[in-house]
């Protein structure tokens, strides 16, 4: 059974930064597509930042520069360094997995920016 657990999110003040990580089970990041993605209230989920079995990374353009996806396969944990955060980045950020059978989700996990 394949879970992604995603954990890290919270409250912080624009120009903060925070850091994502989603543990997977039951599959190997090294061998999948792995990406974030996010949702804010009332908008449809948006892809954030991919990164590939190997290695090569893709970001939104609302977040390059301020966001780096990066993966650590001992642990078999992706993560989102996530800095300079503006309000507009508040959303329940979610970890996907493309495996070639399926797609896999976390459940989420908020962000909030605000002062």
């Known amino acids: 059974q394949v879970q992604l657990v995603e954990s890290g999110g919270g409250l912080v003040q624009p120009g903060g930064s925070l850091r994502l990580s989603c543990a997977a089970s039951g599959i190997l990041i090294s061998s999948t597509d792995m990406g974030w993605y996010r949702q804010a209230p009332g908008k449809e989920r948006e892809l954030v930042a991919t990164i590939t079995s190997r290695g090569s990374t893709g970001y939104a353009a609302s977040v390059k520069g301020r966001f780096t996806i990066s993966a650590l396969n001992v642990k078999n944990t992706v993560y989102l360094q996530m800095n300079s955060l503006k309000p507009e980045d508040t959303a329940v950020y979610y970890c996907?997995?493309?495996?070639?059978?399926?797609?896999?989700w976390g459940k989420g996990t908020l962000v909030t920016v605000s002062s």
């Open positions: 996907n997995s493309k495996a070639p059978w399926a797609d896999y």
